[in-house]
């Protein structure tokens, strides 16, 4: 097709990805020219304009490394990652889900540990936390031999891939549930944390006047053939930015019942005498058990 006028593009370009061969390609390919042909002409963008937003793809992948994911970081950062996981959830976003965001942080391999065991591998000073887990199906019905791996931040805001002073795996591990479809550990209580702002989203927050904190929270991947991987984060109500959240995570369903303790721990007796507990359960859905791609090696 000859283009003579500027609508041109978005006939010629739309009629293209018509032709593709796969139903499922050939529909967002569609609908994605179609809406950025549009947010094209919303916003009138001018040359300079998209010279430097081709410029900012390209840096965000150059800042993407081995410990660090600058595009799923972005991702979060627009709410796009909130969406996506509330639109494919909870019966596509018209009840509760305790899914969530798999964030930048998850890797592959957290070391096993019994229930009751800790996942604390090297000196982390910080409240102890107790955590007391259940995992049920749609029904209620406890899921047994389901595998749990967790992962949170230090009581200094950082994942142990980010912070030399930590041991490998640090907080992090790898639980199965009982016949109970329980799961139980001993760590540290967590904090909320800025997300790495060196980039280009730290930019971006800057301009917008945004802080770039988390409130405090507790991941888990939750994996059993049959039910849909349940990926999760269970928020602390009392963190400051726990209506504010960067990322745009914090639901409902996802706030957590963090209790501080000022007394002796009935069975931990090293534990002091002030220390946290953390009650949640986890609701999985029916259908295909798929592990996601590890933002991070």
């Not at 500027?6 to 994605?32: G, N, Y």
């Not at 942080?105 to 604390?120: A, D, H």
């Not at 950082?158 to 799961?183: I, V």
């Not at 967590?190 to 917008?208: E, H, S």
Request: contains cysteine.
């Amino acid at each position: 097709m000859i283009i003579e006028r500027q609508q041109d593009v978005t006939v010629a370009a739309t009629s293209v990805m018509e032709r593709t061969s796969d139903p499922r390609l050939r529909e967002i390919m569609v609908s994605l020219v179609k809406h950025l042909h549009g947010f094209i002409r919303d916003v009138r963008m001018t040359e300079a304009e998209f010279r430097e937003a081709t410029a900012i793809l390209a840096e965000m992948g150059r800042l993407t490394t081995d410990t660090h994911n600058e595009v799923v970081l972005m991702a979060g950062s627009l709410g796009v990652s909130s969406l996506v996981c509330l639109l494919n959830n909870g019966d596509q976003g018209n009840s509760e889900t305790a899914q969530s965001l798999l964030g930048p942080f998850w890797r592959l391999n957290s070391p096993r540990v019994e229930n009751g065991g800790s996942i604390v591998r090297s000196d982390t000073p910080g409240v102890p936390l107790f955590v007391n887990g259940r995992v049920v199906d749609p029904a209620g019905h406890p899921v047994a031999e389901a595998e749990v791996d967790v992962w949170h931040a230090s009581p200094v805001g950082l994942y142990e891939n980010q912070d030399p002073e930590q041991a490998e795996m640090n907080l992090r591990g790898k639980f199965t549930t009982n016949a109970d479809g329980r799961f139980w550990f001993r760590t540290v209580m967590m904090t909320g944390y800025p997300i790495p702002a060196g980039g280009v989203v730290g930019r971006l927050l800057k301009l917008q006047n945004r802080h770039p904190y988390r409130p405090a929270h507790l991941h888990a991947l939750i994996f059993k053939p049959g039910f849909k991987v349940l990926i999760s984060q269970v928020y602390d109500p009392a963190d400051p930015h726990i209506d504010s959240d960067v990322q745009f995570g914090v639901t409902r369903a996802l706030i957590g019942n963090f209790v501080r303790h000022e007394e002796p721990h009935p069975t931990e007796a090293d534990a002091g005498t002030s220390w946290y507990s953390l009650d949640y359960v986890y609701r999985m859905e029916t259908g295909e058990a798929v592990l996601p791609r590890p933002p991070i090696k």
